[in-house]
């Protein structure tokens, strides 16, 4: 069984930085896409970035390209969301999710996801 556990959400300012960390088990971790998705408060969860199997395709939101880099390393069964210039309306729960198929688009739905996050930006 796939079991996927975010970590490093917090209470920042804007300005700041905060590295997000997925820790995926139950299965081969580098047979799967992972991603990032975000759901503020009263709206709908949207895409904010996905990498493919292995580090050669990532994918972002139009919202944090430029600001948010999403890496990973198989040997930890890890994947990092790394969130620089963070923002008022950042400020949402982060889930990660993975799937062994993987598409580089924000409709991309993976299977298995984590319980999420909450990262909170102050103005």
């Known amino acids: 069984q796939v079991r996927v556990v975010e970590s490093g959400g917090g209470l920042v300012q804007a300005g700041d930085s905060l590295r997000l960390s997925c820790a995926a088990s139950?299965?081969?971790?580098?047979?799967?896409?992972m991603g990032w998705w975000r759901q503020a408060p009263g709206k709908e969860r949207e895409f904010v970035a996905s990498?493919?199997?292995?580090?050669?395709?990532?994918y972002y939101a139009d919202s944090v390209k430029g600001r948010f880099t999403i890496s990973r390393t198989n040997a930890k069964s890890t994947v990092y969301l790394q969130m620089n210039s963070l923002k008022p309306e950042d400020t949402a729960v982060y889930y990660c999710?993975?799937?062994?198929?993987?598409?580089?688009?924000?409709?991309?739905?993976?299977?298995?996801w984590g319980q999420g996050t909450q990262v909170t930006v102050t103005s």
């Open positions: 999710a993975l799937d062994p198929q993987y598409r580089a688009s924000a409709s991309w739905s993976p299977a298995y």
């Open positions: 990498i493919g199997w292995t580090s050669s395709i990532t």
């Open positions: 139950g299965s081969t971790f580098s047979r799967y896409a």
